[in-house]
């Protein structure tokens, strides 16, 4: 059962009690009908014993034995599976005509009305009921015997089988479906909780939003709960990243100052303590990067790329750079913003190292995702280096002073959120990079009404 | 040209003052934010240097303190806080410019002499005028290709002037820029450093004019 899902379990457990409900009610209806038809089965074989026997009271069989008929016609019909036959005091008989000339099994001490089994002259089972009447003139006994073939009983039952089987799986079948969209509407709190769910993990909303019974709320609290604590475990490691770099950076400046002002400077001490500084660099870029593994989050470029844009402007002021910047209001990527500043930071600063005198940054919506594109007029990267630039310090091991232009975060970046990067050959004559993100999901939404 | 530096690690601070003394600098230190902003709203430098992690105050205030108090010096903002969230905020809190620990000192220096030229508006880092050549980043002096050799002070009395050529600079501002919080000043030395100038590089450098100070005047 372990496996098996909730809606299975509910539906085989309604299943089976149908089922044996069913079934007990069926063989009760079964038993009660089957006694029913036996009882009036033999209610009728009397009631004609009644008859044949106020004959004999009257003297009417006395009088015109060959005239004597009951009611029912098919009594006189041969062959029929009606019999009826009177045994008179001096041992003769009179019969129905559907007997035609054999007799009923005659029965000679009988204390009162008795039942019995017999063979039709057609050869086919019969139940007979035989009673004796005293004769009130004489006080001479009689004997009236009345028969019906027992497959008619038979034939009754099946019948009523037949319908009550119909009517069973008809009933058990109403019932099935019922249960199903009964289970249906049970579980349909899980199924929005599952749909809040995915909003959350698509970064649209920052905990498992929506009202649900009080059997889920407590899970649901728990799992916000869970959520909570997670964002703030994320926090905390990003907090202390940060701080291990500040820590480690401005002891590393100072060797690094030293180091220089030694004449000449040693290259050994110099290229170590690169190694520390790159190691650094990446490794906070790295702890930074957690974010990626906490959902819930989304952001607006547009403000960030503006914001950047200051900085690039000041920071880069002596190359005398023109910044060119498209964004439409209200695009929003499914990314943490701080992870989306320090991708688009890094791609323009780079830009802006590299350009001659114009960079320009473009973010639009295509096919159903953020593309953000940052390129210069600079030299570019040639075709065969593009791979390795991309690559270059993707292991730790191998980072070398200087190496990348910081692409390789932004590669790392873009990776965990799912998306891709792209150096291509810009218009403008530089490097082009090309940054796929998937959308926040209201983007998505938007765009598909 | 009179610099303060707001830096909370000794060993670091005084790699920066050396560097920045044997530029011909004058160089103030805080080592917190409360003294820094004390300084920097008090005192007029040239340039600043500014630390983001500071004990007693951010930096980030700081900066916004000199800013609301119309500090108008321009400021670099020296920090291990090196992602670009932190450097968009710094420099709309007011910084002009943003540099990452570790850093290159060669590299602090030149974006500092590039922001004191900017700030008193010197596009080009060679400040020539006739046989006369100044080069900011070096203090560096030619006269007819001939190399003169000037003291840091001389260097910083001189460069200043330059800076504010268009202008008659006072002997009080000019002490001001010329000597730290902590150094004894006595405008009379002033006096002295102007006459040294003179006789190396000609009396016509720098006109004195009566009751309001100096100017620049290398025609």
């Known amino acids: ?449 | 040209m009179r610099v303060l530096l707001v830096e909370d690690e000794l060993a670091l601070a005084g790699q920066v003052q050396r560097a920045l003394e044997n530029e011909g600098r004058v160089v103030d230190v805080a080592a917190d934010g409360e003294e820094g902003s004390f300084l920097g709203s008090n005192e007029p430098y040239d340039a600043i240097v500014l630390d983001l992690g500071l004990p007693k105050k951010d930096g980030n205030a700081v900066l916004r303190d000199w800013r609301d108090a119309g500090v108008k010096a321009p400021v670099l903002i020296l920090t291990a806080r090196d992602s670009w969230r932190d450097k968009v905020a710094g420099l709309d809190a007011g910084a002009d410019d943003y540099l990452t620990k570790p850093f290159q000192m060669d590299e602090l220096m030149a974006r500092l002499r590039a922001l004191m030229r900017r700030s008193t508006n010197q596009p080009n880092p060679v400040f020539k005028q006739g046989a006369f050549e100044f080069d900011t980043r070096s203090g560096r002096v030619t006269l007819d290709g001939q190399q003169v050799m000037l003291t840091a002070q001389e260097t910083n009395v001189l460069g200043y002037l330059i800076a504010h050529k268009d202008r008659v600079v006072s002997r009080t501002e000019l002490s001001e820029h010329v000597y730290g919080y902590d150094t004894e000043r006595d405008s009379n030395t002033i006096e002295v450093f102007i006459g040294r100038l003179r006789k190396k590089l000609g009396q016509k450098i720098i006109v004195t004019i009566r009751g309001r100070g100096y100017q620049f005047d290398g025609s």
């Open chain 1, 1 to 449: 059962m372990g496996a098996l899902s909730l809606r299975a379990r509910a539906l085989l457990g309604g299943v089976v009690w149908i089922v044996i409900a069913l079934g007990l009610s069926g063989w009760l209806l079964l038993q009660t009908f089957d006694e029913i038809a036996e009882r009036a089965f033999s209610r009728n074989l009397s009631a004609q014993l009644d008859q044949l026997e106020s004959l004999i009271l009257t003297g009417a069989i006395s009088a015109s034995p060959e005239e004597t008929r009951l009611a029912d016609p098919r009594y006189t019909r041969p062959g029929s599976g009606y019999y009826w036959q009177v045994e008179r005091p001096d041992g003769s008989v009179v019969r129905s005509p559907s007997l035609g000339e054999e007799l009923l099994p005659l029965r000679a001490i009988i204390s009162g009305e008795e039942v019995l089994q017999a063979r039709a002259p057609e050869g086919f089972l019969i139940q007979v009921h035989v009673r004796p009447v005293q004769d009130p003139r004489n006080g001479a006994i009689w004997r009236v015997y009345a028969a019906e073939a027992v497959v008619r009983l038979q034939r009754d039952k099946l019948e009523f089988r037949r319908s009550l089987f119909g009517l069973l799986i008809g009933l058990g079948g109403a019932l099935a479906l019922s249960a199903a969209a009964m289970t249906g509407m049970a579980l349909r709190p899980l199924v929005a909780l599952r749909a809040a769910f995915a909003e959350y993990r698509h970064g649209e909303t920052e905990r498992v939003e929506g009202r649900y019974p009080p059997d889920i709320e407590p899970l649901v609290a728990d799992l916000n709960a869970l959520l909570e604590r997670n964002a703030r475990i994320i926090g905390t490691a990003r907090r202390q990243a940060a701080d291990l770099a500040h820590a480690l950076k401005t002891p590393a400046a100072i060797l690094r100052n030293e180091i220089d002002a030694m004449d000449p400077p040693d290259p050994d001490m110099r290229d170590a303590l690169e190694r520390i500084n790159a190691l650094l660099a990446r490794y906070t870029a790295r702890a930074r990067l957690a974010g990626a593994n906490a959902p819930g989050a989304s952001a607006e470029i547009r403000p960030l790329l503006e914001g950047l844009g200051r900085v690039m402007e000041r920071v880069h002021a002596e190359r005398g750079v023109a910044f060119e910047l498209v964004a439409p209001a209200g695009l929003r990527g499914r990314i943490e913003a701080e992870d989306l500043e320090e991708l688009a930071g890094n791609l323009i600063d780079n830009a802006f190292k590299w350009a001659r005198s114009r960079v320009r940054a473009e973010a639009r919506r295509a096919d159903g995702e953020l593309v953000l594109t940052v390129e210069d007029d600079g030299p570019g990267v040639p075709e065969d280096d593009r791979e390795r630039v991309l690559r270059a310090g993707t292991r730790l091991d191998e980072a070398v002073p200087g190496s990348g232009l910081g692409l390789a975060i932004c590669s790392d970046i873009a990776e965990a959120y799912e998306g891709r990067l792209e150096l291509g050959r810009s218009r403008l004559g530089g490097l082009s990079v090309t940054v796929s993100l998937p959308l926040a999901r209201s983007e998505a939404r938007d765009r598909a009404a």
